[in-house]
C-alpha cells in the first residue's frame, strides 16, 4: 500500500514537471517573456522605466492597447510583430506587470528623507 502511495506521488511529480511550463501562471511566464525579448533593457527590471524608456507600472496599460503599442509603435521603440511576440504572450506580460507593486513613497525611505537639501 505504502509503495503504491509513493509510486503514485513520484508519478505525479513527474507528470507535472514535465507539464511546468504549461501549469506556470500567466504572471511567471510574463515575466519571463519581458526578460527574454528585451523589455528590460528600455523599461527597467520592473518595468519602472529609466533613460531609454518611459515606465510601464504600476497601472499597466490594459493587454489590448499594450499589444496595439508593441505591434505599431510609432516612435523610437522597436515594433514586434505577431511571430515574434504573440498575442498571449503580451497577455502574459501585463499578468505580470499588474503585479508589480507600487514603489514605496520617497518620504517612507530612511535614507533619503535624512538626504533631503536644508530647507
Ligand atoms: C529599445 C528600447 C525599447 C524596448 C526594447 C522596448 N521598448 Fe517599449 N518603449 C520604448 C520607448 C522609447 C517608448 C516611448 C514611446 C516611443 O518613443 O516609442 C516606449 C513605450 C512603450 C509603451 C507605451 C507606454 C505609454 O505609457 O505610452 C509600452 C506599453 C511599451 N513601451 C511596452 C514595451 C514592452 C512590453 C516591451 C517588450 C516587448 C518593450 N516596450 C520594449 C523603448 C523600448
Sequence with gaps: MIVKILLTTFATGLLSLGNAAAQEPAAVRGQETYMRVGCYE????????????????????????MANFIRFSPGRMPVYPEEVLSDAEIEDIVAWLETVPPPPNADDIEILRDLKPPE
Aim: aromatic share 0%; proline share 17%; glycine share 16%.
Design 42 to 65: 528600455c523599461h527597467g527590471t520592473d518595468g519602472q522605466g529609466n533613460d531609454a524608456g518611459p515606465l510601464l507600472t504600476p497601472e499597466p496599460l490594459p493587454a489590448e492597447a
